[in-house]
């Protein structure tokens, strides 16, 4: 309970319906291992967070860059509400110390996990929508997702961004290399080593090659970005 209000005092928001901001919070491998009635878990919420996240998301761009054509709208919107943009806002507002998390996910770093932190970042969206309505549940997106907007446009285009930056400082070559992958077929989690001339520059996790490399690329313009 001392939890939970510490993170609505977090987000800035108090739940009239405490039942919602719990199950927001409850990863399913936390609900099988306790034998918690169906659909108890934050997967529901996940998929109505996810609507209302859209939506949010495309009024404030089209509001914000009245001159951007539609195509650039969508990747924009793309950058700002994908797995790894939104897992970051997650970790900003400790969202994974929060979670409910079955005991072997927990033991294998699942408060840490980009996917389960966007996943209950996008549940904790539909319980306010839910509890509070769609004022409030675009108040917290405003405050807490869409913000930073450029810094954030950097990730969807990293790799692109990264190359033209390293080949215009002549730093040499840039490799992506596939360090390891793991997870059943459905779920794979690929590993990449991102180095530029031959010396290790960061490294990324993605769903998919393409996304782990993207992951690695934006880990490294940080890093550039900071020096």
Request: with cysteine.
């Amino acid at each position: 309970m001392k939890k939970q209000l510490e993170f609505q005092q977090a987000i800035g928001y108090e739940f009239k319906q405490g039942g919602l901001l719990v199950q927001a919070l409850t990863h399913s491998s936390y609900a099988n291992e306790k034998r918690m009635k169906r659909l108890s878990d934050n997967e529901r919420l996940e998929f109505l967070g996810d609507a209302v996240l859209e939506i949010v998301s495309s009024e404030h761009l089209y509001n914000s860059y009245p001159d951007m054509p539609e195509g650039e709208l969508t990747k924009l919107r793309a950058s700002l509400v994908c797995e790894p943009t939104l897992a970051e806002c997650a970790k900003q507002l400790h969202l994974g110390d929060y979670l409910l998390l079955g005991r072997g996910e927990d033991h294998t770093g699942g408060r840490e996990r980009k996917s389960i932190l966007s996943d209950a970042l996008e549940a904790v969206i539909g319980a306010i929508y839910l509890d509070g309505g769609f004022a409030n549940a675009k108040e917290f997106i405003l405050g807490h997702i869409l913000k930073d907007i450029m810094h954030k446009r950097l990730f969807f285009d990293s790799k692109t961004i990264l190359q033209e930056l390293v080949q215009g400082k002549n730093m040499g070559e840039i490799r992506y290399q596939l360090t390891g992958e793991r997870g059943p077929d459905h779920n794979k989690l690929f590993s990449v080593e991102l180095s530029i001339k031959g010396r290790k520059v960061s490294s990324g996790e993605g769903h998919t090659k393409k996304d782990a490399e993207q992951n690695a690329a934006y880990c490294a313009l940080m890093q550039l970005r900071e020096k």
